[in-house]
């Protein structure tokens, strides 16, 4: 018995000793250090492939797709408070505490949770491109890098004027004007073209980007599209008017570039085919295949944002837009939300043989997977079957269930996942046509120097060129072209309609064209930010 | 155990005091009112002449001189002091003492007595606990102990309350008290029986919990199990407990003629979809017990079975559990060896909460099975049940009962070993060994034909499979030294000294895979290589952690020193340290200090037992809620097809070096009082915070878009005050009647909020995203409800019209405008209680005994999420089911959270009502026979309409359409009632209790 307690006694001191104080901290399920693999690249499959970004960049283009087309963030925030979309409230669904309606009728405040999230996305992706620019990059890779963090901070000047440029990760930045902002933007996409202003005869062999056509990865043209809308909206951004350059850069892309229009010699299969239905198109060609799930190797795209089911989560439309009954149109993976509806004057501005608007619109009575009338036990109408319908009788509080046409733009496949596969474009090659007519305009202030560059879009989507026009009807067609891409509040603001009132919104002060420093980040400690005036 | 030690201390004192004595030899008995008592002390008073009662209650004593006293004792006893004068025999009837002064407590790291204590510990004991079939050991103390609420809203056997003492004493740690059991830390509660439950010490107030440092800011509850007397003889006992329990309140409805006279879509039948989902519930309970000991050893063996069912169908638990206690003693008594060991197996059906939530708000017309389905209705695709498809968040709450199935097994294993070796009268050392293993593994299962996770509803994809193992090991080591020494009549002292390592390993993993072969019945979880999601990337769902290493190491000492027997002083320290912090910071040191004095020593007040005052001081930390919070990490980003790039970027959370220690300083000042028939005891505490560590906003722009970081930032204060006091209204041979109540209030207010102003707890979807009813303000209490006034009445639009709080003529009520100073919102009620009572009953009239046991809380709110999502008479909820209190309104025909949906939760409750019956039988094979009838949660009166008015005291965040809730719940959101919350149940139970 002895030995038994010497045994134990002298068991308690190995361990006394060997663990006495060890509190060393070993993460097993964590990564603590940092690695990065090219991986191979595959081009194959219907929905993803083409060239994507280095390994070490990953992170950096990843920030980028985080809310640029899901609900809550970026795209919201840009969309809901233009004259395209709205999201009403269906009587006991999406009031959401008024936070939408507000959105509509620009009458948000700093504290709106879906500024926050914009902002804090927008320094998240900075945050990824400062952390790949701190590590062992290529020249042409940091380039990159520099063009996604100018970009970024280009949304965020846009959106919120007096920001923080952030150049290293976790360093500190005073709060800047929104001129410093912009001259920061314009100087960054310089330096990594190697000139020092757009003109006619700059010269690019010395920058360190592409010129091929890669649309997930930053070229030259990339950083000059950038530009040119740097550019076409300086004189909001800094008081001085900047269209030449604009008209510059956006020429030197549509020349140079190797890119051409979308137009009806380009196709591809109908991933939303019904095998049942015979009226469902077996390709989709031209406009609509720009937005197509399996548009990764559409010859307009410049600069894409890689969304894909599996891998690259965060488009979302399908769930955004639909009402609940059509995931039986498709055999969606989930239910949707019956969230987003147009607004009835966007959608009816389509010329009816306008072919975008059989492109970006679901309107009308719908049919399920086999082609049958799609029921709503629950409709609060006294049809069952699904009909949207362009009208929408009012926002709040009943908005009706299946009121409002739904965007389809971004369109759907059979089987979808609420993860969908369509790439986003940032800059597309319509978008230059569109922003250096606008440009040559401006500059010379004869708005039927646009034209040409009108016409040819107008051409591409089954429409009668326009002889002469109007900065309204400039402003309608760019609306018609670019719906759903994000453009319209900058757009709206540039051509000084913003504060104007449409449906269900009264007018809206001047302030309103930046929205307010999100509360969050004026109480975060030690952010020293100030608010923007108004708010 | 603790008896054996009391024993040992006083004849350690004897020995120090060692008297004179004359030749004389005197015997005895010593018995109580029930008969002949072993194990009573007999002692020459100022000698150190003592010995024992035998198995009998027989004494033999010589040495004693003519003119000694007897002093005869034995715990839980008045002593007794008998002149000897000359008599040879002296036999003694020991009366109850009812005030238990002499009582033994178990406090940290030893046993103190009742009336040296300094600190604020309420010892609660066997026959005390509550009554009716209890699953959970903690249910025992509800409502017993003044400021520990303890609240399981509803009735599913498979919750475990939440527990609070003392209010919020920590945000990002650990929120729950300590558990200690039967000397040993960190181990499960869950794998002690409720019927193997001896005695629950609730240690409260800083100066009582700082020698257990980090984990003791939440409080600290001992536990001990019962066991065997040395020179016992071997007794077998059973205790059978059969249940009945049927759904007690809730929520009101509409009925099918309700619901259509107000425009609500008929589809043909007529439902109660909560009576569908539930059941009379059936548990019985088995308790075999065998005890016995020897002259040097004893034992306790004991087997539980729990067959418990839920009142919801397809819910319960089935559970074996068995432990083992041993105690010996060897070389000469000189070693001490305690041994325990349990095991408890449950096979949990958790059943579907959503089952019971649906159940509220789904269509009373809609039919249960397909085949009543008013329109043509593929029923095979949904099992054979109705579905109303095309409705955003609504599914057959039958067909999610019935269809689905959730159930696991946890297995937790553990042990513990006490060697404790006594190297002189005044001084032991104790080494303790323990070592806990959990396994849990849970599945879920939803087949092809569900519609609620199912994916029935889909042309393809449909089934689903879960699996989730985890496990836990958990080790101990203790070393520890007891010194003590009685240096004059005036001054006694102990000191004890040690070192405490203790260390957790923690793995899980977690699969999740479906689309299983359509149209065969099987149950595809047991057979998941079929699965079609394993051929299509991005579909299977699976995740893996460890954590190993996770180590608390301590050293700690105190000292209890004890003047005039009637003033007390303790003080301890621990110096803790925690792998959890950064290596700058991972010490902590706290230190406590208490006194007490029996005033009544001094005043000798007539009839008065004790009057003590006490005042302790005391720190104690808490750590983080999760490990690596000091240490930057970062994200693996897999490229596409797994042909792409991958690389790392910025980790999950932002990483704070500098964590350290949450500290709480606590002051309690405490009186008791004790008369023959009256005891109360009063304490007053105020407890600040400080460093607590929480999730706080950080500047994203600086941070990398971090826009929260884990720091040691803001102050909480509490304030409170609680009262127990007992009186014996009635006390004879025959009848009994003893009232207790006990009373508890405190305030939280956060001094300081280094996060900033901020709202938190949305309700959530459908059509409530974005409102967050609790606010969080510097300077104001925790809990406060926030939101616009209802003014009572409602526009043209079904709109209510709120109120302009401020009066500006401005009516400002957004979400979005939660903390403007323009906005006319305004605190509409606090979810935490203004003061809770319990209040106790216990009659005893010959062999009978009635006990009544009413509990209530008072001046907190609740926010009714049923009513403030399905009580408008919203037109698009004409397809699902209104929720129609009588305090639903036909002309509010929008959803606005408002004050409205605020509601008084104000209650009180026959929480238990029990009545005994004990028979002496006696004979060769059994002793007594005891018969009880208990019911639990007789009656409830409150104005709440909801299902349940008991405080909610953290909140899990919302859930909809299907989904899952948080697994952390969120303690500064007190107050929400949300949609997934259980049906309460009433229980009646039937007991039989046989002696053998």
Do not use: H, K
């Given at each position: 018995m002895n030995r038994l307690i010497k045994l134990s006694f002298f068991c308690g001191t190995l361990l006394f000793t060997y663990a006495c104080t060890n509190l060393d901290e070993v993460l097993e399920d964590e990564l603590t250090t940092q690695f990065s693999d090219n991986g191979v690249t595959v081009i194959e499959g219907a929905t993803s492939g083409g060239v994507l970004p280095s390994g070490n960049l990953t992170g950096s283009y990843n920030g980028i797709r985080n809310g640029s087309a899901g609900h809550g963030s970026f795209f919201s925030v840009q969309t809901v408070s233009s004259d395209e979309m709205a999201i009403g409230q269906k009587g006991g669904d999406w009031f959401d505490g008024g936070i939408w309606l507000q959105m509509h009728r620009h009458t948000f405040d700093a504290a709106h949770p879906a500024l926050n999230d914009t902002w804090n996305n927008a320094y998240g992706g900075i945050g990824q491109t400062n952390l790949a620019l701190a590590g062992t990059l290529s020249p042409n890779e940091a380039a990159q890098a520099r063009v996604i963090r100018a970009f970024q901070h280009f949304r965020l000047m846009d959106l919120f004027g007096r920001i923080k440029i952030i150049t290293a990760s976790g360093v500190d930045a005073p709060q800047t004007s929104r001129l410093a902002a912009f001259n920061f933007v314009e100087s960054e996409l310089l330096a990594v073209l190697g000139i020092t202003a757009v003109s006619s005869t700059m010269d690019l062999s010395s920058s360190a980007l592409g010129t091929e056509a890669q649309p997930y990865v930053v070229n030259q043209y990339a950083a000059l599209s950038l530009l040119t809308k740097l550019y076409l909206n300086a004189e909001v951004y800094s008081g001085t008017a900047r269209f030449n350059e604009a008209d510059i850069a956006a020429t030197y892309v549509i020349d140079n570039g190797p890119y051409m229009l979308s137009t009806a010699s380009f196709s591809v299969p109908n991933l939303a085919k019904r095998p049942e239905v015979a009226t469902d198109p077996v390709n989709l060609t031209g406009y609509a295949a720009i937005f197509a799930p399996n548009n990764q190797f559409n010859p307009e795209m410049i600069w894409s944002i890689y969304y894909d089911a599996v891998s690259a989560g965060g488009m979302n439309f399908s769930q955004m837009n639909f009402h609940y009954s059509t995931q039986l149109t498709y055999a969606l993976d989930a239910q949707p939300w019956n969230g987003y509806q147009v607004l009835e004057e966007f959608y009816n501005s389509y010329e009816a043989t306008d072919i975008r608007k059989e492109a970006n619109f679901l309107v009308g009575a719908q049919t399920d997977f086999a082609g049958n009338a799609l029921l709503d036990?629950?409709?609060?109408?006294?049809?069952l079957v699904v009909d949207y319908t362009p009208a929408i009788s009012e926002l709040q509080p009943n908005s009706p269930r299946e009121s409002g046409a739904r965007a389809k733009k971004f369109s759907f496949q059979l089987f979808g996942r609420p993860e969908m596969n369509n790439d986003y474009p940032i800059f597309r090659l319509g978008d230059l046509h569109l922003m250096r007519g606008e440009a040559k305009a401006r500059a010379a202030g004869n708005w039927n120097l646009s034209l040409p560059d009108v016409n040819a879009i107008r051409n591409r989507a089954g429409l009668t060129p326009l002889g002469t026009i109007t900065a309204d009807i400039f402003f309608a067609e760019r609306g018609k072209e670019m719906f759903q891409e994000t453009s319209r509040r900058t757009d709206l603001i540039r051509f000084g309609k913003w504060g104007n009132s449409w449906w269900e919104k009264t007018n809206s002060d001047a302030y309103r064209t930046i929205f307010p420093i999100p509360f969050a980040q004026i109480q975060a400690v030690g952010s020293g930010l100030t608010q923007n005036p108004g708010y | 155990m603790k008896i054996k030690l009391f024993k040992s201390l006083l004849l350690a004192g004897a020995f120090l005091c060692f008297g004179y004595t004359q030749a004389q030899e005197v015997s005895g008995t010593i018995s109580d009112a029930n008969g002949p008592l072993p194990g009573a002390s007999v002692l020459v008073k100022g000698t150190t002449n003592g010995t024992q009662t035998d198995f009998d209650g027989n004494y033999k004593i010589g040495n004693v001189g003519a003119n000694a006293t007897l002093v005869i004792s034995y715990i839980g006893y008045k002593t007794q002091q008998v002149v000897v004068g000359g008599q040879s025999t002296i036999s003694v009837t020991l009366e109850d003492d009812a005030q238990a002064l002499d009582e033994i407590v178990v406090v940290g790291y030893g046993t103190q007595v009742r009336k040296e204590i300094t600190s604020a510990i309420t010892s609660v004991s066997v026959e005390d606990f509550n009554q009716g079939v209890i699953n959970d050991a903690t249910s025992l103390l509800q409502g017993k102990v003044a400021g520990l609420s303890i609240y399981n809203k509803g009735g599913n056997p498979n919750a475990n309350p939440t527990i609070r003492l003392r209010g919020i004493s920590t945000i990002g740690g650990n929120t729950e008290p300590l558990v200690v059991i039967d000397g040993v830390l960190g181990q499960s509660l869950s794998n002690v029986d409720p019927s193997d439950i001896e005695n629950i010490t609730v240690l409260k107030d800083g100066s009582a919990a700082a020698i257990y440092g980090t984990r003791g800011s939440s409080g600290v509850i001992l536990v001990t199990t019962k066991s065997g007397k040395n020179g016992q003889p071997f007794s077998v006992s059973y205790n059978g407990q059969y249940s009945l329990s049927t759904k007690a309140n809730e929520i009101e409805t509409m009925n099918r003629e309700q619901f259509l006279a107000i425009g609500g879509t008929d589809l043909g039948a007529d439902t109660n979809w909560r009576d569908e989902v539930t059941r009379t519930a059936l548990t019985t309970v088995h308790n075999v017990a065998a005890v016995g000991g020897t002259d040097d050893a004893n034992y306790r063996v004991s087997v539980n079975f729990r067959d418990a069912e839920g009142v919801l169908v397809n819910s319960g638990f089935n559970q074996f559990n068995a432990r083992t206690k041993l105690s010996g003693k060897m070389l000469n008594d000189k070693l001490k060896i305690d041994f325990n060991s349990a095991l408890t197996q449950r096979d949990s059906e958790f059943g579907f909460e959503e089952a019971l939530r649906y159940a509220v708000l789904y269509n009373p017309t809609a039919p249960i099975l397909a085949a009543d389905a008013p329109f043509v209705f593929n029923g095979p695709q949904f099992g054979n049940y109705f579905e109303t498809l095309g409705l955003f968040d609504s599914f057959n709450p039958v067909s999610i009962a019935e269809q689905n199935q959730n159930f696991g097994t946890t297995t937790t294993v553990n042990y513990s070993i006490d060697f404790k070796y006594t190297f002189t009268n005044n001084f032991s050392a104790n080494l303790n060994i323990g070592q806990q293993n959990v396994k849990i593994q849970n599945r879920q299962y939803y087949p092809t034909t569900s519609f609620f996770r199912g994916n029935a509803l889909s042309p393809f994809r449909k089934g689903r499979a879960d699996f989730y193992t985890q496990e836990n090991r958990n080790q101990v080591l203790e070393l520890y030294g007891n010194w003590s020494k009685t240096i004059s009549d005036k001054l006694s002292l102990s000191a004890t000294g040690g070192y405490s390592f203790q260390e957790n390993d923690f793995n899980e993993y977690y699969l999740q895979l479906g689309d299983f072969p359509p149209g065969v019945d099987f149950n595809f979880s047991d057979n998941i290589?079929?699965?079609?999601?394993?051929?299509?990337?991005?579909?299977v769902a699976a995740n893996s952690g460890r954590n190993d290493d996770d180590r608390i190491i301590a050293f700690f000492g105190k000292v209890n020193a004890t003047f005039d027997n009637a003033i007390y002083f303790d003080a301890s320290i621990r110096r803790e340290g925690s792998s959890r912090f950064g290596s700058d910071n991972q010490w902590g040191l706290f230190p406590s200090v208490s006194v007490g004095v029996d005033a009544n020593k001094y005043l000798?007040?007539?009839?008065?037992?004790l009057l003590k005052a006490r005042l302790g001081y005391g720190v104690t930390g808490a750590t983080p809620g999760g490990v690596g919070l000091s240490q930057t990490n970062f994200n693996v980003l897999n490229g596409s097809d797994g042909f792409g790039p991958s690389a790392t970027g910025l980790g999950t959370r932002k990483p704070n070096e500098t964590l350290g220690w949450e500290e709480k300083q606590e002051l309690n000042l405490g009186f008791e009082f004790a008369m023959d028939r009256f005891s109360a005891t009063l304490d007053f505490y105020n407890r600040d915070i400080q460093d607590f560590i929480q999730e706080i906003p950080i500047d994203a722009a600086t941070n990398d878009g971090f826009s929260s970081q884990f720091q040691n930032a803001g102050k909480i204060n509490t304030k409170g005050i609680e009262l127990a006091a007992n009186y014996d209204v009635l006390k004879s041979e025959t009848i009994n009647y003893n009232t207790g109540i006990i009373f508890s209030t405190y305030r939280s207010k956060l001094t300081e909020n280094v996060g900033g102003d901020r709202t938190i707890a949305n309700l959530g979807a459908p059509g409530q995203n974005g409102t967050n009813v609790i606010l969080v303000r510097e300077g104001e209490q925790i809990g406060q409800i926030w939101g616009p006034v209802f003014s009572g009445n409602v526009d043209a639009n079904g709109s209510p019209i709120l109120v302009d709080v401020n009066g500006d003529g401005n009516l400002i009520t957004d979400q979005g405008s939660a903390l403007n100073e323009d906005v006319d919102f305004a605190v509409l009620g606090n979810g935490i209680p203004d003061f809770e009572l319990g209040w106790t009953n216990q009659l005893t009239i010959g062999k009978w005994d009635i006990n009544a046991f009413f509990r209530g809380a008072f001046g907190h709110s609740l926010v009714n999420n049923f009513r403030a999502f399905y009580?408008?008479?919203?037109g698009s909820q004409s397809s699902y089911n209104f929720v129609n209190t009588s305090l639903a309104r036909d002309d509010i025909r929008t959803a606005q959270f408002s004050s409205y949906y605020v509601e008084k939760a104000d209650f009180i409750r026959l929480d238990n009502l029990s009545v005994g019956y004990n028979f002496d039988i006696n004979n060769n094979y059994i002793k007594n026979i005891r018969l009880s009838l208990a019911g639990q949660n007789l009656f409830t009166i409150t104005n709440y309409t909801g299902a349940d008015p008991e405080p909610s005291l953290q909140d899990f965040g919302a859930v909809d359409n299907g989904g899952a809730r948080s697994l952390?719940?969120?303690?500064?959101?007190?107050g929400i009632d949300r949609r997934y919350n259980y049906f309460t149940a009433t229980t009646f139970t039937l007991g039989l209790n046989v002696n053998f």
């Open positions: 036990f629950a409709a609060d109408d006294p049809n | 290589e079929v699965s079609q999601d394993l051929l299509e990337a991005g579909r000798e007040l007539p009839n008065v037992n009580e408008p008479r919203i952390t719940p969120n303690v500064l959101a007190p």
